[in-house]
């Protein structure tokens, strides 16, 4: 059976643009593996609460304002 088609995270994908970073630089800069960045521009993961704030601190902003919509930990 094929995979359901994902898309990317637009917001997320944008403001690595307009920061001029790639995900290895991010990922690095946020204490996170690149394989796990590139899941969450890939929408195949959601990050924990702390994950999403290191990253958007990386790029200056807020975790919703790209995307990252963490998962609240019970």
Do not use: W
Not at 10 to 30: H, I, M, N, P, Y
């Amino acid at each position: 059976m094929p995979r359901a088609k994902r898309h990317k995270n637009l917001r997320l994908l944008t403001a690595l643009a307009q920061k001029g970073l790639t995900g290895k630089e991010v990922a690095r800069s946020a204490g996170i593996h690149p394989l796990t960045f590139s899941k969450l521009l890939n929408n195949r993961t959601c990050p924990k609460p702390e994950t999403a704030k290191r990253i958007a601190a990386v790029l200056g902003t807020t975790p919703d304002k790209i995307g990252l919509t963490a998962y609240e930990e019970v």
